[in-house]
Structures are given as structure tokens and as C-alpha cells.
């Protein structure tokens, strides 16, 4: 149900030598941007995207704060040595740059370069398998992981929706999340929000609880809602709730309580939902 954000923090797991077997099967939910082989390039017209996009010492942390700027996805080309697979790969990631200039930068990274050491770090690349792209959306979550091989489409697959990018985030940062579906059409709405806001007003809870509204009608966020099993002509507000690493605990229709939230945490945490049973913030269950 929650492939995309199961898939794309698995990618981030990937990095750091931690594969969630979750990946298997899974889809990312993007569609490729209308007019995606026009418009300006990321720093020229006339320019195609080049390991020059961002110059000078540690490029790859500045290409992410440059992105970010500008609102622009970037995807970051990771590597170690210019062999066989390596340079097949770059031939598929340029190519696919090229294409993506109105909604990405691009920028590639030798993870052996000292001056990287920022990025590497970041991402804990000193045992990932290369070649590597990390996709990043402009609020910094991790969208899209590709180690080794790859394919063009899998690349632009690793654009997100605005309510996707930010659960992700929320998500990576080891917060709960509770996306609420809902709109002056749909009935109970306040009665919806009751238990949710009550939940993140609890000081043990409140730092790292994310409560994010979603339209259902809201043709953006289409492929999202599929992936939750919500209808778009949902006539009752709908709360979807989720922990780190995107694991859905439980979904409502109408009303919500705090109490029955924290009671599904707790159980999800010492049910082992999640790999060492880390489904929330701090671990197994919130300090009582």
C-alpha cells in the first residue's frame, strides 16, 4: 500500500548496506513532466548538464543547496572508478538529464574525492554498491535510489507529488506521519482531526509527529492516493497513519481518538512492525 515511500527510503537503506526486501514489486508514482525536452538548462539554454553544473570543493553538498533554490529535483551521480558498468550507467543517467532540465539538476560525484567527503558522509556511501543515483526533491527526501543498473523510465519514475515528497521527508527523518484525506465535501472532517491533533499536542509525541491535510480531489496526488487505497470520490474524511521506515498502521474513516493512536503505536511497536521493532520515534513504543 505504501510501495513509493517503502521503495524510496529502502533506496536510501540500500546506501548504507541495509536492503529492505520490501523493494520487491514496488512502483515509484511520478509521471514524466509534459514538455520535459524543452526549456532552460540548469545553468544554460544551450548547456547540457555536465559534471561542471556545480564547480569548486565539496560540488556535491553545493549541487543540493543549489537545487533546493531553486526548486529543482537533483540527481546526483555516484562513483568510484570509470569502468565497464560505471560508464554504461553515466551513458543512461546523461541521457536521461538531458531530458529532465525543466525539473532537475544533475551533478556527479566521485565518493573517492576528498572533497566530497561532506556528501559521502551524508548519505553513508563508504560502502554502497556503484555506480549509484540518489534522486532528491527539493525539500531534501530521497525520491529515488538506483545501485548498479538501471534503466531511463526508473530515473523519471523518481519524480514525486508535493503530498508524497513531503510524507517522504517526514518519513526519512523518523517522524509519524498522519496524512489527512479531506475536504469541505467530506463529512466529518473536524471530528477526523480531533484524536490527530490531540496526539501531536502530547508532549510525547509532538516534536516528532508530522499531520499533513491532502485534497482527494487533488489530481496531483492521484497515484499517491491509489497507493493508499484511498478513493478520490471519498465522501468521509479518511486518516492515514504511518511510521518510519513507511509503514502503514492503520487507516480510519471519520472520527479519530488519541487514545486508540497511541494504542496502535504501541502495538505496532511490539508486534516488531518494523525491522527491530523501530516503527516509532525513540523506539519500541513511546515512554510512558
Known amino acids: 500500500m505504501i510501495c513509493q515511500y517503502a521503495k524510496a527510503t529502502s533506496a536510501l537503506v540500500v546506501v548504507i548496506g541495509l536492503m529492505v526486501t520490501a523493494l520487491a514489486g514496488c512502483n515509484q508514482s511520478a509521471a514524466q513532466p509534459e514538455n520535459s525536452t524543452a526549456g532552460a538548462q540548469v545553468q544554460s539554454q544551450d548547456k547540457q548538464p555536465s559534471d561542471d553544473t556545480v564547480a569548486g570543493p565539496g560540488k556535491g553538498m553545493a549541487a543540493i543547496r543549489q537545487a533546493a533554490d531553486a526548486g529543482k529535483y537533483l540527481f546526483v551521480f555516484f562513483s568510484k572508478a570509470e569502468d565497464e558498468q560505471t560508464l554504461a550507467m553515466r551513458k543512461v543517467y546523461d541521457k536521461a538529464m538531458e531530458k529532465m532540465v525543466v525539473r532537475a539538476q544533475a551533478v556527479a560525484v566521485n565518493v573517492t574525492d576528498a572533497s566530497e567527503k561532506a556528501i559521502v558522509d551524508k548519505f553513508d556511501l563508504s560502502r554502497a554498491p556503484m555506480p549509484l543515483v540518489l534522486a532528491m526533491a527539493p525539500n531534501g527526501a530521497i525520491t529515488g535510489g538506483f545501485p548498479t543498473k538501471f534503466e531511463e523510465q526508473q530515473l523519471w519514475e523518481a519524480f514525486a507529488s508535493p503530498a508524497t515528497e513531503e510524507c517522504m521527508k517526514s518519513l526519512q527523518d523518523g517522524k509519524l506521519v498522519f496524512l489527512c484525506v479531506q475536504n469541505e465535501k467530506t463529512k ?101
Do not use: H, I
Request: proline share 8%; net charge neutral.
Open 188 to 288: 466529518s472532517n473536524e471530528d477526523a482531526m480531533k484524536g490527530v491533533n490531540d496526539f501531536k499536542a502530547d508532549e510525547r509525541f509532538g516534536n516528532s509527529t508530522t499531520v499533513l491535510k491532502l485534497d482527494p480531489t487533488d489530481t496531483k496526488e492521484a497515484k499517491f492516493l491509489a497507493d493508499l487505497q484511498v478513493s478520490p470520490k471519498t465522501s468521509e474524511a479518511v486518516t492515514v497513519f504511518l511510521a518510519p521506515p513507511g509503514k502503514p498502521l492503520a487507516k480510519y474513516e471519520g472520527a479519530t481518538n488519541k487514545d486508540s493512536l497511541v494504542d496502535t503505536l504501541v502495538k505496532a511497536n511490539t508486534g516488531g512492525c518494523c525491522p527491530g521493532g523501530k516503527c516509532g520515534p525513540g523506539g519500541c513504543g513511546p515512554k510512558q
